[in-house]
């Protein structure tokens, strides 16, 4: 009787709300990867609209099969991996993807990643009908290798060139031969673009694959960044690159158009100022008239531009222009047979979508209200419909929706709140939408274009129910308003057995960069368990939007321009100042962690927040923006010698003096993006006024501080200091 009691007793325990069978560790997060969620790589609807193809395993090797897409029944295996072979050696097809035609594939191997967007690799090209698998090129490595429209050639950059590969005959065409190493770059965008503008492949095939348009980047005057990698050599490598930072020369730009039949050139005219940005081009649905972007340097005034590709002339269709800055898109969309093209703009203070005819005159506002469209993701010419996804079921949620070319019969296709985006199959038939929430990890499933549910692919059951394994606090959403009355948006993860009536300790992190967001009803892999983590160790996790993010309109994404940093930590201040005001926290013990933007926030927030901050972790944070890169500097601050109170009045080396807790710097030394020099100058200039800080150095790691235990080691660094200084 009494191990009955004593079990009964251990049953009651085990029950108890809050008790946890399993404790979260850094290893699961970051050696183990135990939380990783699945995903639905591999799936591709055909053009056919009517199949689908998807990776089968098949013992030690992967199988590319042909499935019905309404009944999922098994058509038949279309390749079997273990065949695709060349010189005897099995090629790796998981990250196979289909020529336009779909009688070829291309399989890319042995990446090597150069930059954020860029790398180099050996493809290979598969022929379907013959099972015969040949190597691209012989000549080394290649970058951005796309296929022509019709399939028949591919288009590569290698060593700064421009090629095409006919794959009938086999002849490679060296298309530009000046390319050289940090001074002309051919169809491949300078370091600057391709962080900035978010694109690194700057070449673009015509419709019928006769003319292939390029940009040059003649980064000869861009000055030189270099920074030494610790390889156990006797001596540190260098790795040099041009790397333009605020108020410096950037690369000059020139455009062109190769036309294939006549082996002939043709360089575009782009107007005569080299001090602007061509951030976009793009061909019309016209296969002779090349669509170009061209910016200005302050990126306050944006021109579409149309050219001739025959004799190169240009012509303005449409030009933006604003008091602050305009944001670049891909939402440019050419409808077919010249009837004009779809366009993204902020210009009555909400990202919508307008439709525009061929000369540029504007037909009608497709979508309207005090919300933002987030991304534009197609147009049905056949039932006249757009896609896109949009906060207007709050700012929090991503949907997606579909509406006529004339703004009428839209339709949210997104069933719960949460988000959700989606991928298109070619002719929009079909789409792939990712769906997730806060506390829900992603459900991958396959709607046809009314959003009707025509299968799911992944749902995660298995890492839902590893989920109840252990003692989670949902993430809860809340708002307040700041000391200017404006209402934040902000989520909270409370402690494990919780109890309103103890005071807790609260960590809050942030990014809160122009336009981006943290505060989403979106799952967040890692940063759920990390957090997890620290609510187990008995802390609360808070996390705001200030002013400056996304989803809520221009003005309040704009009203950070030419003082960034400035009312973004007074908002920050603000949250720890509602905070210590609640009856559950500690307003004694309030820290603050971030990355990046979030890391010069940190280390502003340790400084000029002294009275509301016991201690702070900077990662890789910008300390003067001056340091930075002059895209995304100058788009929010201008040059400094335009505005030099808006890069010093909110430069953490500024403000080392008022610092009162406990700091911790971390930084990769082999940062290309922001440079290990920014840390360098703001512990000097904590070294310059006694003050104790601690300082973590990743050598060689890049901006994202990974590879190997070098996660585990970061965040077991991060929640010892936190242990001990919160």
Same mark, same amino acid.
């Given at each position: 009787?009494?191990?009955f009691?004593?079990?009964?007793?251990?049953?009651?325990?085990?029950?108890?709300?809050?008790?946890?069978?399993?404790?979260?560790?850094?290893d699961?997060?970051?050696?183990k990867?135990?939380f990783?969620?699945?995903?639905?790589?591999?799936?591709n609807?055909?053009?056919?609209g009517t199949?689908y193809?998807?990776?089968?395993?098949?013992?030690?090797y992967?199988?590319?099969?042909?499935y019905?897409?309404?009944?999922?029944?098994?058509?038949?295996?279309?390749?079997?991996?273990?065949?695709?072979?060349f010189?005897?050696k099995?090629?790796?097809?998981s990250?196979?993807?289909?020529?336009p035609?779909?009688?070829?594939?291309?399989?890319?191997?042995?990446?090597e990643?150069i930059y954020r967007?860029?790398s180099?690799?050996?493809?290979?090209?598969?022929?379907?009908?013959s099972?015969?698998t040949?190597e691209?090129?012989?000549?080394?490595k290649?970058?951005?290798?796309?296929?022509?429209?019709?399939?028949?050639?591919?288009?590569?950059?290698?060593?700064?060139?421009?090629?095409?590969?006919?794959?009938?005959?086999?002849?490679?065409?060296?298309?530009?031969s000046?390319?050289?190493?940090n001074?002309?770059?051919?169809?491949?965008?300078?370091?600057?673009?391709?962080?900035?503008?978010?694109?690194?492949?700057?070449?673009?095939w015509?419709?019928?694959?006769?003319?292939?348009?390029y940009?040059?980047?003649?980064?000869?005057?861009?000055k030189?960044?270099?920074?030494?990698?610790y390889?156990?050599?006797?001596?540190?490598?260098?790795?040099?690159f041009?790397?333009?930072?605020?108020g410096?020369?950037?690369?000059v730009?020139?455009?062109h158009?190769?036309d294939?039949?006549a082996?002939?050139t043709?360089?575009?005219d782009?107007?005569?100022?080299?001090?602007?940005?061509?951030?976009?081009?793009?061909?019309?649905?016209?296969?002779?008239?090349?669509?170009l972007?061209?910016?200005?340097?302050?990126?306050?005034?944006?021109?579409?531009?149309?050219?001739?590709?025959?004799?190169?002339t240009?012509?303005?269709?449409?030009?933006?222009?604003?008091?602050?800055?305009?944001d670049?898109?891909d939402?440019?969309?050419?409808?077919?047979?010249n009837?004009?093209?779809?366009?993204?703009?902020e210009?009555?203070?909400?990202?919508?979508?307008?439709?525009y005819?061929?000369?540029?005159?504007?037909?009608?506002?497709?979508?309207?209200?005090?919300w933002?469209?987030?991304?534009?993701?197609?147009?049905?010419?056949?039932?006249?419909?757009?896609?896109?996804?949009?906060?207007?079921? +709050?700012?929090?949620?991503?949907?997606?929706?579909?509406?006529?070319?004339d703004?009428?019969a839209?339709?949210?296709?997104?069933?719960?709140?949460?988000?959700?985006?989606a991928?298109?199959?070619?002719?929009?038939?079909?789409y792939?939408?990712?769906?997730s929430?806060?506390?829900?990890?992603?459900?991958?499933?396959?709607?046809?274009a009314? +959003?009707?549910?025509?299968?799911?692919?992944?749902?995660?059951k298995?890492?839902?129910?590893? @989920?109840?394994?252990?003692?989670?606090?949902?993430?809860e959403?809340?708002?307040?308003?700041?000391?200017?009355?404006i209402?934040?948006?902000?989520? @909270?993860?409370?402690?494990?057995?919780?109890?309103?009536?103890?005071?807790?300790?609260? #960590?809050?992190?942030?990014?809160?960069?122009?336009g981006?967001?943290e505060c989403?009803?979106?799952?967040?892999t890692?940063?759920?368990?990390?957090?997890?983590l620290?609510?187990?160790?008995?802390?609360?996790?808070?996390?705001?939007? +200030?002013?400056?993010?996304?989803g809520?309109?221009?003005?309040?994404?704009?009203c950070?321009?030419?003082?960034?940093?400035?009312?973004?930590?007074?908002?920050q201040?603000?949250?720890?100042? #509602?905070?210590?005001?609640?009856? #559950?926290?500690?307003?004694t013990?309030?820290?603050f962690?971030?990355?990046?933007?979030?890391?010069y926030?940190a280390?502003?927030?340790?400084?000029?927040?002294?009275?509301?901050?016991?201690?702070?972790?900077?990662?890789a944070?910008?300390?003067n923006?001056?340091?930075?890169?002059?895209?995304?500097?100058?788009?929010?601050?201008?040059?400094?010698k335009?505005?030099t109170?808006g890069?010093?009045?909110?430069?953490p080396?500024?403000?080392t003096?008022?610092i009162?807790?406990k700091?911790?710097l971390?930084?990769?030394?082999?940062d290309?993006?922001?440079?290990?020099?920014?840390?360098?100058?703001?512990?000097?200039?904590?070294?310059k006024n006694?003050?104790?800080?601690?300082?973590?150095?990743?050598?060689?790691k890049?901006?994202?501080? #990974?590879?190997?235990?070098?996660?585990?080691?970061?965040?077991?660094?991060?929640?010892k200091f936190?242990?001990?200084?919160?």
């Amino acid at each position: 009787m009494k191990v009955f009691y004593s079990f009964l007793i251990l049953l009651i325990v085990l029950l108890q709300p809050g008790y946890s069978q399993k404790q979260v560790t850094i290893d699961d997060l970051w050696v183990k990867y135990a939380f990783m969620p699945a995903s639905a790589g591999g799936f591709n609807v055909m053009k056919n609209g009517t199949h689908y193809t998807d990776l089968e395993q098949d013992g030690d090797y992967q199988n590319i099969v042909k499935y019905d897409l309404k009944s999922g029944k098994k058509i038949e295996v279309l390749v079997k991996g273990s065949g695709v072979k060349f010189k005897d050696k099995v090629i790796d097809i998981s990250g196979y993807s289909f020529s336009p035609d779909e009688t070829k594939l291309f399989f890319s191997v042995e990446e090597e990643r150069i930059y954020r967007r860029s790398s180099v690799e050996k493809n290979y090209v598969y022929d379907i009908k013959s099972g015969k698998t040949e190597e691209l090129s012989e000549s080394g490595k290649q970058m951005f290798a796309t296929f022509s429209p019709v399939g028949n050639k591919v288009a590569f950059v290698r060593n700064n060139n421009l090629f095409i590969k006919d794959l009938a005959t086999g002849k490679e065409t060296e298309i530009t031969s000046d390319g050289k190493n940090n001074e002309i770059k051919n169809g491949w965008a300078d370091w600057v673009y391709e962080e900035e503008f978010s694109k690194a492949n700057y070449f673009v095939w015509n419709a019928d694959g006769s003319k292939l348009a390029y940009v040059r980047f003649d980064e000869s005057k861009v000055k030189e960044y270099t920074f030494d990698t610790y390889n156990n050599n006797l001596y540190p490598d260098k790795v040099t690159f041009k790397y333009p930072k605020a108020g410096e020369d950037n690369s000059v730009l020139s455009v062109h158009v190769f036309d294939l039949p006549a082996a002939k050139t043709t360089t575009i005219d782009i107007g005569t100022e080299t001090d602007i940005y061509i951030p976009r081009i793009q061909w019309t649905t016209d296969k002779n008239v090349l669509s170009l972007q061209r910016m200005n340097r302050l990126q306050n005034k944006l021109e579409l531009l149309y050219a001739n590709a025959t004799d190169g002339t240009t012509k303005p269709i449409l030009t933006e222009e604003a008091k602050t800055y305009i944001d670049i898109t891909d939402d440019l969309t050419f409808l077919p047979n010249n009837k004009g093209f779809i366009w993204s703009s902020e210009k009555d203070n909400y990202n919508h979508l307008y439709y525009y005819d061929n000369t540029g005159k504007l037909v009608n506002q497709i979508t309207k209200g005090n919300w933002d469209v987030i991304s534009f993701n197609g147009y049905d010419e056949k039932t006249n419909t757009l896609f896109y996804i949009s906060t207007e079921n +709050g700012q929090i949620n991503r949907d997606i929706y579909s509406i006529k070319l004339d703004g009428s019969a839209k339709k949210r296709l997104s069933p719960v709140a949460g988000t959700s985006s989606a991928e298109f199959s070619t002719g929009l038939k079909y789409y792939v939408s990712t769906y997730s929430n806060a506390n829900t990890p992603p459900v991958y499933e396959l709607h046809s274009a009314d +959003g009707k549910l025509v299968k799911v692919l992944e749902d995660n059951k298995e890492l839902q129910a590893k @989920m109840k394994e252990y003692s989670l606090s949902k993430k809860e959403f809340f708002t307040f308003k700041n000391t200017d009355g404006i209402e934040l948006n902000g989520w @909270m993860m409370k402690p494990q057995n919780f109890d309103p009536a103890k005071k807790y300790p609260v #960590y809050m992190f942030a990014y809160n960069g122009p336009g981006s967001n943290e505060c989403n009803n979106a799952w967040e892999t890692f940063d759920f368990w990390w957090h997890s983590l620290l609510n187990q160790e008995g802390y609360m996790v808070v996390c705001v939007d +200030g002013r400056g993010t996304l989803g809520r309109g221009r003005e309040f994404k704009h009203c950070t321009y030419l003082q960034l940093g400035k009312l973004e930590t007074l908002d920050q201040i603000d949250v720890a100042k #509602y905070l210590g005001d609640l009856p #559950y926290v500690d307003k004694t013990r309030i820290g603050f962690q971030g990355w990046s933007f979030g890391a010069y926030m940190a280390s502003l927030l340790i400084s000029k927040g002294s009275d509301y901050f016991k201690a702070a972790i900077a990662v890789a944070p910008v300390t003067n923006w001056k340091f930075y890169d002059n895209i995304y500097t100058e788009r929010f601050l201008r040059k400094p010698k335009d505005n030099t109170s808006g890069y010093e009045d909110n430069s953490p080396v500024n403000f080392t003096k008022k610092i009162k807790g406990k700091f911790l710097l971390v930084h990769g030394s082999g940062d290309d993006n922001v440079h290990y020099q920014n840390s360098m100058e703001l512990a000097n200039a904590l070294v310059k006024n006694n003050v104790p800080f601690e300082f973590m150095t990743y050598p060689n790691k890049n901006h994202g501080i #990974y590879g190997g235990y070098t996660r585990a080691h970061l965040y077991n660094k991060i929640l010892k200091f936190v242990k001990e200084n919160l």
